[in-house]
């Protein structure tokens, strides 16, 4: 009675074993509750991976040719106040936010006093118009990417667990049969490595994907801050020189 208490509880299946399946879905069925609550959570956590990878891929490709068309409209040689009438309406490109909230300041500074103080004091309000709206924009580019990190480095850490919890319990069995017979032991062996795989399945590509769009975001925040300088130069010169 006391080794069939034992195999209920700890889900070892020596039907499971004798046979030698040793199958994904088998393993995670012979599994005890830890250990299939490990597996469920890696499963999940990759699957949460991937799907912000995908949008991530989107996005970022969204991004770019959005600033390559923004960029090629704004340098076509049209003058700012054309800019502004044409683009007014683009509300998807980060870029033609930070200019839609750099020209909002500069239409509102055209009736102000023409005074040094007032030229700086507008200058100031443009930059940190563009510079909060450059944040934003990073921000939510940036957003996913903190998920990918946590399954990244967790993961292989709960399939760590999985596995020594699993292991623990072939050792129990083994103890409480006492038969150290390879068709004994190999199940629970396989059913806690099993979980350390999930984890590995779930870490890696988390990691990698984790590497590609912080490179990603790095070289479009570094293109938007650069194009919000700029802006910034060409608004300078036009208040210095009354319009």
Same mark, same amino acid.
């Given at each position: 009675?006391?080794?069939? %208490?034992f195999?209920a509880?700890?889900? !070892?299946?020596l039907?499971?074993?004798?046979?030698?399946?040793?199958?994904?879905?088998?393993?995670?069925?012979?599994? %005890?509750? !830890?250990?299939?609550?490990v597996?469920i959570?890696?499963?999940?956590?990759?699957?949460?991976?991937?799907?912000?990878?995908?949008d991530k891929?989107?996005?970022?490709?969204?991004?770019?040719?959005?600033?390559?068309n +923004?960029?090629?409209?704004?340098w076509?040689?049209?003058?700012?106040?054309?800019?502004?009438?044409?683009?007014?309406?683009?509300?998807?490109d980060p870029m033609a936010?930070?200019?839609?909230?750099?020209?909002?300041?500069?239409?509102?500074?055209?009736?102000a006093?023409?005074? $040094?103080?007032?030229?700086?004091?507008?200058? $100031?309000?443009? %930059?940190?118009?563009?510079?909060? !709206?450059?944040?934003?924009?990073?921000s939510?580019?940036?957003?996913?990417?903190a998920?990918?990190?946590?399954v990244?480095?967790?993961? !292989?850490f709960i399939?760590?667990?999985?596995?020594?919890w699993?292991?623990?319990?072939?050792?129990?069995?083994?103890?409480?049969?006492?038969?150290?017979?390879l068709t004994?032991?190999?199940?629970?062996?396989?059913?806690?490595?099993?979980?350390?795989?999930?984890?590995?399945?779930?870490?890696?590509?988390?990691?990698?994907?984790?590497?590609? +769009?912080?490179n990603?975001?790095?070289?479009?925040?570094?293109?938007?801050?650069?194009?919000?300088?700029?802006?910034?130069?060409?608004?300078?010169?036009?208040?210095?020189?009354?319009?």
């Amino acid at each position: 009675m006391m080794l069939i %208490d034992f195999i209920a509880n700890t889900g !070892v299946n020596l039907i499971g074993a004798v046979s030698g399946d040793f199958s994904f879905l088998s393993l995670f069925l012979r599994a %005890d509750w !830890v250990v299939k609550s490990v597996m469920i959570i890696l499963i999940l956590a990759s699957l949460w991976s991937w799907a912000i990878a995908i949008d991530k891929m989107i996005s970022f490709h969204l991004l770019r040719k959005r600033a390559t068309n +923004f960029e090629e409209t704004f340098w076509s040689g049209r003058t700012l106040d054309e800019l502004s009438k044409g683009l007014s309406k683009d509300t998807r490109d980060p870029m033609a936010r930070v200019f839609a909230a750099a020209m909002r300041e500069w239409d509102e500074s055209r009736s102000a006093p023409r005074s $040094e103080m007032a030229i700086l004091s507008t200058r $100031e309000r443009i %930059d940190r118009v563009m510079n909060l !709206v450059v944040n934003r924009e990073i921000s939510k580019a940036e957003s996913g990417l903190a998920v990918l990190a946590t399954v990244g480095s967790a993961s !292989v850490f709960i399939g760590l667990f999985g596995t020594v919890w699993g292991i623990m319990n072939a050792f129990r069995a083994i103890a409480v049969s006492q038969n150290t017979n390879l068709t004994v032991v190999a199940p629970g062996i396989a059913e806690a490595l099993f979980a350390t795989a999930l984890g590995l399945i779930a870490a890696i590509p988390a990691v990698i994907f984790y590497n590609k +769009f912080s490179n990603d975001l790095d070289r479009y925040s570094g293109r938007l801050e650069g194009y919000a300088d700029e802006l910034s130069a060409i608004l300078s010169r036009k208040i210095s020189k009354g319009g």
